[in-house]
């Protein structure tokens, strides 16, 4: 009998479990899975502050508990705890899209403040064709179907859903959290950004040269946000440009 | 900074304190300490506030989820992160607790007791030698407080510690506030628990305020030590130093956090109290 392996499945019961199942004594069972639940409460609490004003302390410490029950933390990283439940969030079937995408946005917040910094070395502002989109590392593109970015901690209700989606890149300016609307078209070239050069990526939206011309100079100005960390020859990837 | 000496008396490096630490033109702190988990890859003001930090001070890694006597496979991934982070860091040695933090596959983010049996020595000892070896680092494990015994258990505590570090070849950190906590929740002598301790495997000393709940002290990092606490410091410090010892101290201090100068101030009498045992020996 392996009676570490039973040990730690009634520790999971006690910390996890919908109800308190018993392991110790009452006053330390009580005691344990309050320092278990509380803590990864709290860290979850602080990660969502605008779906916990809209919807209400009752209803997301509910979909903590179920978490807990369901799907508790994989993550042996205190601070990925709000990307754990984010996606257990994304796959249950009960929720409100509103407040899935909310969930999505506010739990991405602490991945992008502590995403790595961009390499060191030299990048071009200028997009030319036949160069390479280096994204900052920070940066996350979102798609919501709900002006989710726009909701405040007073906001009330989450607005009408969109007839087309919204493109929002979340990104880290000056160590703080920011985002950006962009267009469909310029998320797809930054959705590209790992795979093409700034001139094949302009061939999958567009021949159009005016319109070919104006992208680039979205791709400039999300540049100089920092969205974008700069330019490079991707063959082989050069410093000198 | 060269940390080839992580030596004296050091502070917990946290967020809240950090602007303060770093902009301070002079230290009461030797070195610092930090759980490597909150820095793998992180930039922004977190990873700023590292680089700074790593001018200035000497930097001891102390873990939060090793794991030590889990039933999960190590993480490839996490640990070769954990690995590359303590080369850049300098780090002299490891540390993380010995307890419980994963349990059949779901991550506690606490810490757990574990039964004192053989098959906990076993299994953690099995564990660590595997870390020594991945991190290329000597790796301690700290004795944690506890609110209750872990069902299962054939040994004592402290029996279950030098236990651990017998069969391991690696190290102790021995955390005097644990020690002091568990003496009172548990009902012994925390002065013969030293006693019985492998001092010379002592790597690192931790210190820490507690509070009382329910009749039961815990450790929660978020108070001033107390007298006792300093006594038991006192008493560790006179026994290492009968044995030419003389690990370093670190304060931990992670809730409620007052201003840098109170917990200077701690520093401060810490190091008086490790001087002078000292100089009682000389």
Known sequence: MNELKEYEIAVRNLSFGRTQAPLFDDKSDALYRRFVRGGIRRALRRAMPIALSIEGDDTINAYINDFFDEAPPQTKVFRNLPLDFNAYIQKKTDICLPLKELIHFECIELEVLFAEEPDSDRYSFVPKDEYAIYTHPSARLCIYMHDIDRLKRSSKTYGEQRKTPCFVVAYRRQEGFAHKRISQKVAVLLSLSGEKTVGESLNEVTQDIDERRFLKSQLSSLCSTGIIHGFYSPNPKSTTL | ?282
């Open chain 2, 1 to 282: 900074m060269n940390s080839k000496t992580i030596a004296g008396v050091g502070l917990g490096f946290r967020l809240a304190i950090a602007e303060e630490m770093l902009s301070q033109s002079k230290s009461a702190a030797d070195f610092i300490e930090i759980a490597p988990e909150n820095y793998l890859n992180c930039g922004g003001k977190r990873g700023r506030y590292l680089r700074a930090a790593r001018e200035r001070w000497p930097i001891v890694s102390h873990g939060l989820c090793g794991d030590f006597a889990g039933s999960a496979p190590i993480d490839d991934s996490l640990m070769k992160e954990l690995r590359n982070f303590l080369k850049e860091n300098d780090a002299l040695f490891y540390t993380d607790h010995l307890c419980l933090t994963h349990a059949n596959g779901a991550e506690l983010h606490d810490l757990l007791p574990l039964p004192f049996c053989d098959e906990a020595v076993e299994r953690t000892a099995k564990r660590v030698k595997e870390l020594q070896k991945r991190l290329e680092l000597p790796v301690g494990v700290e004795n944690i407080s506890a609110y209750a015994r872990a069902p299962g258990g054939t040994m004592s505590e402290e029996e279950f510690v030098c236990a651990v570090v017998e069969e391991s070849g690696g190290y102790l950190l021995l955390d005097v506030n644990n020690i002091y906590v568990n003496a009172k929740n548990f009902n012994f002598d925390a002065h013969a628990y030293i006693d019985k301790m492998p001092l010379d495997k002592v790597i690192q000393i931790h210190i820490a305020g507690h509070e009382e709940e329910e009749g039961l002290l815990i450790d929660t990092h978020g108070s001033a030590l107390s007298d006792d606490v300093f006594e038991l410091y006192q008493y560790l410090c006179g026994v290492l130093r009968r044995e030419n010892l003389d690990p370093p101290t670190l304060l931990e201090r992670d809730n409620n956090l007052p201003s840098l100068a109170v917990l200077e101030k701690e520093i401060e009498k810490l190091k008086s109290i490790r001087d002078a045992s000292f100089k009682e020996r000389e």
